[in-house]
């Protein structure tokens, strides 16, 4: 984070145990307003448990969380996501039956009782999405890319100051990653700050301001893309010196 910059997400020994295993020990983590960071790391390192903390969908064994300021231990999903945290989930589940429009209308209603008022939200979104051209489907019939887009279209459907985004680019071809590439830069851009887990390295090291590296739960980096991509402790636990020195494999 830059000095000066205000801290939205401030978190402090952030813990979560599941029985024998420690999942997340002792993190600290800060994101500013307007950042986009970059959450990398193994598979098992801890990451959707973090997000799952962050959202409300865990409780914390330790730790404190504050996001606008405001402690968010015990609140639940909901009332979080009222303040302005949303999240997508690394497994898309949209409404099958509904179509894309209603899907992301139901989201809006978070921030627009009235249903008119949603509607016109939800249509909003699905342009800036670009599946405007598919509301009227049903949300069965749309591809893997188009349903992660979906997925996203309904986190930002409930207005969001902190955008959590977990793997929204899993699963999706080279000409996919980069369209999802432009349009969460084009998010970030907008005013919403973003909180990215991604495997795709190329996608989260152009993306990110910032990168914190999990390994086994524990924080082993943090720093800029640059910095972090070369930290021998990451490349042991993480991205391999075939990432660092391509040519050389």
Not at 21 to 50: F, H, Q, R, Y
């Given at each position: ?209 910032r990168i914190i590296v999990l390994s086994f739960g524990e924080k082993i980096a943090e720093g800029t893309p640059r910095a972090v991509a070369t930290d021998r402790r990451v490349i042991e636990a993480y991205l391999g010196d075939e990432y660092v020195h391509p040519a050389a494999h």
């Amino acid at each position: 984070m830059e000095d000066g910059a205000l801290s939205l997400l401030e978190v402090r020994g952030l813990s979560k145990r599941f029985g024998g295993l420690l999942a997340v020990e002792g993190l600290d983590l800060t994101v500013a307003d307007g950042e986009m960071v970059g959450l990398i790391g193994p598979n098992g390192a801890g990451k959707t448990t973090v997000f799952n903390l962050l959202s409300g969908f865990l409780a914390p064994d330790a730790g404190e969380i504050r996001f606008r300021e405001r402690r968010l231990g015990g609140l639940k999903p909901h009332d979080i996501c009222r303040l302005g945290l949303a999240r997508t989930f690394q497994i898309v589940r949209p409404f099958a039956r509904l179509s894309v429009l209603d899907n992301v209308k139901v989201a809006a209603l978070a921030r627009h009782p009235a249903m008119a008022d949603a509607l016109a939200a939800a249509r909003a979104v699905l342009e800036r999405v670009a599946l405007v051209d598919r509301a009227s489907e049903l949300a069965s019939s749309l591809t893997l890319a188009d349903r992660k887009r979906l997925e996203l279209a309904r986190a930002l459907a409930t207005e969001p100051t902190l955008l959590l985004l977990d793997e929204v680019m899993a699963g999706l071809n080279a000409t996919e990653i980069e369209a999802m590439v432009r349009l969460i830069g084009a998010i970030n851009a907008g005013g919403i700050s973003v909180l990215l887990i991604e495997h795709n390295m190329r996608a989260v090291m152009s993306l990110s301001h910032r990168i914190i590296v999990l390994s086994f739960g524990e924080k082993i980096a943090e720093g800029t893309p640059r910095a972090v991509a070369t930290d021998r402790r990451v490349i042991e636990a993480y991205l391999g010196d075939e990432y660092v020195h391509p040519a050389a494999h």
